[in-house]
């Protein structure tokens, strides 16, 4: 790691950072906030079952509304937060790698006494703590608002931590193949191109996935079928298990880009 | 102190650098020419080690300049052939970061380059013109006194006067020892600045030569006018190699063998002796001609 290095792009990464985690926070917020009236809405359950088991998977909703917990769980963590999560992935990646190849200013970076692991390694630092803060802003926030904002419903603290734990991991991998992709191309638009295709291409199946027990096999070739949030929130996963798994994936992957870019040729 | 040997990379057959073999000396001022897509950028990012050769190599005081480019770094103030930098700064920010990332922590050399290019640093960088950002990289190439400058075309974007400061600033860092290597397409400069140079042309060194040695291999035309139509006819009885203009004007090239030039119109009445000044250009512009290659 070079601090200086380090500290200077958390500085220019900051807006960007600090936009998403403004989205993320004012969203499950205002989703808690409104939880009360839809929890006393009549007919909302029977509305949910109505719908075909497919759709109601889909949508997070297997067994309607029992709690506050699936509702965030299904709700923010299932739709809204993996997009917001998935495109920061994305973007931060591709900009931390790809693009300063792409538009020489690697140079610089290289041409100091800083070898290309501890350039690379740097850049890797600066994503996973743009992906901790957000996470980590969203889980205080959600602590905070379930407690203060509405009353008589509680949120077990210990496994909404765990939720937002293992889906910090979860977009470890996914930020360590992306960061992979944009530690080995030149072209910025052909890592994002291909980070984001990929990871659309795994929500694809994800979905195709849980539409039928015919499809079911095509989980096996996602990572998002260890992302089951309502399951995670109900401690019905090993959490331990799927958290090392995501654990060792994430530093292969992180590693891997290390080695690739330290060998790769780099048109400066 | 800068050493390439065999260096050899190909993009296709026919792109790239081939079996390149030259050497800098410590204390040397070394011209890189050649024209538009020769190869001197290519050359120069396998000194920084951002390229990996497929063939021989290149050190720079011994340390090979692949496997050890983050201790070569030490050594080296790089100025890019294009100048990019991080986004979102102001030309000082990107000062100090640099200066940090190489753990230095004197801004003496630094604010006196910059007052010296009369750079306003505290120009956000996007905002900046190309002979600012120029002015920046220069900046940030010097500025850690390094023993070993490799500048890609460092004065493309500067205004004369700041050519002139830039030069001035190589004669200074030559005085002091500093080795030095320059792409340039400016001949001025190179016969200004450089020991020696390297001409490169399609991938391959053409021409290797000190530039005093260059100077004296000159060729000079000198245009004579004599008093007599007899004194033509002494002229290109000569061993000197002669072209009749018009009925008393010859044309008399010269390379090396001033004495018996002078020795001939000795012997002749001159009228007038005229010569066009001629520059190392003339000398490069044979290696620069495009079509001279497929021959
Ligand atoms: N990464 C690369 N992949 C393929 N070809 C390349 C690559 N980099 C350079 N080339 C080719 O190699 C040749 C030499 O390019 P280079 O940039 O070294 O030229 P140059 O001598 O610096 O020219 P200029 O005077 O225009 O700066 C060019 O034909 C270029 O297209
Ligand atoms: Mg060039």
Redo the contacts between chains.
Sequence with gaps: MSWPLYSSMMKSHAKMLGGFIYGAVAYIVLIIWIYPSIADMKGFNDMINALPEGMRKLIGMENGINSLADYIAGEFYGMLFLIILMVYVILTSTRLMARLVDQGSMAYLLATPNSRLKIAATQAAVIITGLALIVAFTTLSGIAASEWLISGYELDVASFVTLNVLTFLIFLVIAGYCFFISSSFNDEKKALGISAGLTLFFYMLNMAGKLSEDTEWLLNFTIFKLYDPIKMINNETDALLTGTMLVMAALVLFGGSLVVFKKRNLPL | MINVKKLTKRFTPEKGLFDLNFEVKKGEVFGYIGPNGAGKSTTI?HL?????PDDGGSTINDLDCWAK???V??L?G?L?G????????NGL?FLN??Q???KQNVPQKRDELIERFQLDVKTPIRKMSKGMKQKVGII?AFMHDPEVLILDEPTSGLDPLMQRVFIDLILEEKQRNKTILMSSHSFQEIERTCDSAGIIKDGRLVALEDIHSLRTVQRRVFEVKVKKESDVETIRQSQLQTEVMGKKTVHITVQGNDQEFVQLLSHCEVEHVDTRPQDLEDIFMHYYDRKEVVK
């Excluded at chain 2, 920084?48 to 990996?52: N, P, Q």
């Excluded at chain 2, 294009?82 to 700064?89: A, D, K, N, P, Y």
């Design positions: 990012r920084m080690g951002f390229m990996k480019s983050a201790e770094q030490k080296i790089y890019p294009e100048i990019v930098f991080l986004e979102g700064m920010d970061l640099m940090k990332m190489r940030a």
